[in-house]
């Protein structure tokens, strides 16, 4: 795109360029001729000024490339926690697990879990916004963010309804999986991607505690957390896998602008001219 400000002194026209020009007409005495021609030797001896603009910080981008390697980890979380629903010895080990936590916990319930779940995916968005360096801009870790969520809720409650499993402390038939566990993972995972593996470390012990506080109240066995935290983290990187895609569908993909400004003096016409031109 490139447009051109004339002012012309004496009525002279001048040439029209690339694709735009707006001309701006005006009739000059002899001191504002004076002084226009002062102005131009400034603007002439100033050379053409050049800027690159990075299109929101995408110089610093890492998109997370989809590999089956990234699968390993999550897909055994999620088979080991199925394994969970229907063999008697991994029924057995629940039990017990249960019946420790019944001990620890006696009457004493506490409900945290209900609202820490989501502190690791408000981290994930917030940390950036207090100067911690992170690997994308806010709207892409919004969108990031919002394709996890869609995909963790579909994968968890899809689950939820078709395994019907039994909750430990009702006749609710929604235990398996986790879904606090999974938003807790899901945020914990989204954080490591963004910040990098030291943020990430303290969110994933975050999550931890979420999951153990879930077998703690008595809401969910043990293999419903494990399953629960397998189904976050693939989320998670569902939502990083389909970043570019979302960058490219919504103009986001553009690389990098560039800004020219061009000052020209017509000494025969006495008159002044700028052309800006932009690249994007």
């Not at 399953?227 to 103009?251: D, H, K, N």
Request: net charge positive; charged share 15%; proline share 5%.
């Amino acid at each position: 795109m490139q447009f051109s400000l004339f002012a012309p002194l004496r009525g002279q026209s001048f040439p029209q360029r690339v694709f735009e020009h707006v001309c701006l007409s005006t009739c000059v005495r002899s001191v504002f001729s004076r002084v226009a021609v002062c102005l131009a030797v400034v603007c002439m001896a100033v050379p053409s000024v050049a800027v690159r603009i990075p299109a929101d910080s995408l110089s610093h981008c890492r998109d997370a490339a989809f590999s089956l390697r990234q699968l390993v980890v999550p897909g055994a979380l999620v088979v080991t926690g199925s394994v969970g629903v229907c063999n008697g010895y991994a029924h057995r080990l629940r039990g017990d697990v249960r019946k420790d936590m019944a001990k620890m916990r006696g009457t004493c319930y506490m409900h945290a879990d209900d609202y820490l779940q989501y502190l690791p995916t408000a981290a994930h968005v917030g940390l950036g916004a207090v100067g911690v360096p992170s690997r994308h801009p806010f709207r892409e870790r919004a969108a990031a963010q919002l394709t996890a969520w869609t995909a963790m809720a579909v994968m968890v409650n899809v689950t939820k309804v078709s395994v019907r499993e039994p909750r430990p402390d009702s006749r609710a038939r929604n235990s398996f999986p986790s879904g606090h566990t999974a938003t807790a993972f899901m945020g914990a995972e989204l954080v490591r991607e963004e910040y990098g593996n030291a943020w990430g470390a303290g969110a994933y012990a975050f999550a931890t505690g979420i999951a153990l506080l879930r077998l703690y109240n008595d809401r969910h066995w043990t293999n419903d957390v494990v399953a629960g935290a397998g189904f976050g983290i693939l989320a998670a990187r569902v939502g990083y896998w389909l970043l570019p895609l979302e960058r490219r569908l919504l103009g986001w993909n553009k690389g990098t602008a560039a800004v020219a400004a061009l000052p020209a003096y017509d000494a025969t016409g006495c008159g002044l001219c700028l052309t800006v031109a932009a690249a994007f």
